[in-house]
């Protein structure tokens, strides 16, 4: 069965610092990749996806992902993080050829809080 | 504007009753989804619809349960052989899962 795995539950930063977040997942097919964010008292917000093309991909807020096929990665990064990108950030995955290609995969999440 | 619209915010029952959330979209979404969100534990699917009329079972279905009369509601039912109902809940559309989903802002329901 397919899964998503987030390598860190919970990662703390001081401003300025730099972030990366790990996102693997296992499916061998050909997959849409998704980060959505969930700042406090809020609902869960699309930060950036993937579908094809440059792997590379920009998302709001100064977030960006790359997706490594050869890793199974979708690893989430931001050069220089902000108190206010504290929250719980999701990593997911659509495998579009399988069974149950209806339905996003998610991992368990993140909860990154940012110090001032 | 579209959006999804859970109500109410927060919810509080007594053990052993019946309570139904509600959520409606009007995106114009074929698809609905019902996730129950605990700490440390990510998002667990409940139940989905990807039309009227039609829904399946998530990974956690027992206890739940969801009807899709309308393109724009899919309410559910959290049932007293629910366990554990405490938690929050969150409904979600989509027109293609493979575009990913807009959520709705939840519900916190709290049994006691």
């Known amino acids: 069965a397919q899964s998503v795995s987030q390598h860190n539950h919970h990662v703390i930063l001081s401003e300025a610092a730099s972030l990366e977040l790990g996102c693997n997942y296992s499916?061998?097919?050909?997959?849409?990749l998704f980060w959505y964010v969930q700042y406090p008292g809020q609902h869960l917000q699309l930060l950036l996806k993937y579908f094809s093309g440059d792997p590379l991909v920009k998302g709001i807020k100064g977030f960006e992902a790359e997706f490594i096929k050869s890793k199974f990665s979708f690893n989430l990064r931001k050069p220089s993080v902000q108190w206010s990108d504290t929250a719980e950030y999701f990593c997911a995955v659509n495998a579009r050829n399988a069974g149950n290609n209806r339905k996003l995969i998610w991992g368990l999440g993140t909860s990154l809080a940012v110090n001032p | 504007d579209g959006g999804i619209t859970q109500s109410p915010k927060y919810l509080f029952r007594k053990e052993g009753q019946n309570v139904t959330l509600s959520c409606e979209q009007n995106?114009?979404?074929?698809?609905m989804y019902w996730y129950r969100q605990d700490p440390g534990q990510g998002l667990r699917l409940i139940y989905y619809s990807q039309i009227v009329n039609d829904f399946q079972k998530g990974d956690i279905a027992e206890g739940y349960s969801v009807s899709r009369e309308k393109k724009e509601s899919f309410p559910l039912t959290v049932t007293s052989a629910q366990k554990n109902p405490t938690a929050f809940y969150l409904c979600?559309?989509?027109?293609?899962?493979?575009?990913?989903?807009?959520f709705g802002s939840g519900t916190r329901l709290t049994v006691v």
């Open positions: 979600a559309s989509s027109i293609d899962a493979r575009r990913g989903y807009t």
């Open positions: 499916y061998g097919g050909t997959v849409n």
């Open positions: 995106l114009n979404h074929d698809a």
